[in-house]
T-cell receptor
Framework: NAGVTQTPKFQVLKTGQSMTLQCAQD?????MYWYRQDPGMGLRLIYY???????DKGEVPNGYNVSRLNKREFSLRLESAAPSQTSVYFC?????????????FGEGSRLTVL | QQQVKQSPQSLIVQKGGISIINCAYE??????FPWYQQFPGKGPALLIA?????SEKKEGRFTISFNKSAKQFSLHIMDSQPGDSATYFC???????????FGTGTRLTVIP
């Protein structure tokens, strides 16, 4: 039972380079998310996709683009990486009911921009 | 602007002691308050959650206390164990929003 799988786990980029973080979930969830985690800042939402075919900006979308390729996959792209984008990135998917909700996270992708 | 404020940033507790982490929010539309636990190198995982129709929820050694009038909620870990050493995040959401706003996290260390 894989859950949420992110690739790559580690990446080092130079300023101005581009890259795509891949995420896939096998739980048939409608909603998927990208968060970044920085010391003292907690988890901040970059983008989310409530369902296949839709995407919405979160708290910190600048410098990022996303693609909801299908129900399973949600990718995050950095077009021109900056040192401020050095962070640990988490993909998540979720199931929501009328009263509760739970996010299932991947193990993270650690990105360093030099 | 941080939607959910969390304190303390770090906490050291002796084995067997009580760990207390506090959170506060401003948006009165929030009606779902989960706590997530994260071990080093892993993603966060849901620990326990509460809705504002109750003032307390207990699951084993973990208890959420909720004060609707003060717009505050807290996590209590009774009989803290070294295995509880992790980072804890509070969060808040409103029904139908399908996303969560997280606090800044508390790094808990339980000393044997």
């Amino acid at each position: 039972n894989a859950g949420v799988t992110q690739t790559p786990k580690f990446q080092v980029l130079k300023t101005g380079q581009s890259m795509t973080l891949q995420c896939a979930q096998d739980m048939n969830h409608n909603s998927m998310y990208w968060y970044r985690q920085d010391p003292g800042m907690g988890l901040r939402l970059i983008y989310y996709s409530a369902s296949e075919g839709t995407t919405d900006k979160g708290e910190v979308p600048n410098g990022y683009n996303v693609s909801r390729l299908n129900k399973r996959e949600f990718s995050l792209r950095l077009e021109s990486a900056a040192p401020s984008q050095t962070s640990v990135y988490f993909c998540a998917s979720s199931v929501w009911t009328a009263n509760t909700g739970e996010l299932f996270f991947g193990e993270g992708s650690r990105l360093t921009v030099l | 602007q941080q939607q959910v404020k969390q304190s303390p940033q770090s906490l050291i507790v002796q084995k067997g002691g009580i760990s207390i982490i506090n959170c506060a929010y401003e948006n009165t539309a929030f009606d779902y308050f989960p706590w997530y636990q994260q071990f080093p190198g892993k993603g966060p995982a849901l620990l326990i959650a509460i809705r504002p129709d109750v003032s307390e929820k207990k699951e084993g050694r973990f208890t959420i206390s909720f004060n609707k009038s003060a717009k505050q909620f807290s996590l209590h870990i009774m009989d803290s164990q070294p295995g509880d050493s992790a980072t804890y995040f509070c969060a808040a959401s409103k029904t139908g929003a399908n996303n969560l706003f997280f606090g800044t996290g508390t790094r808990l260390t339980v000393i044997p």
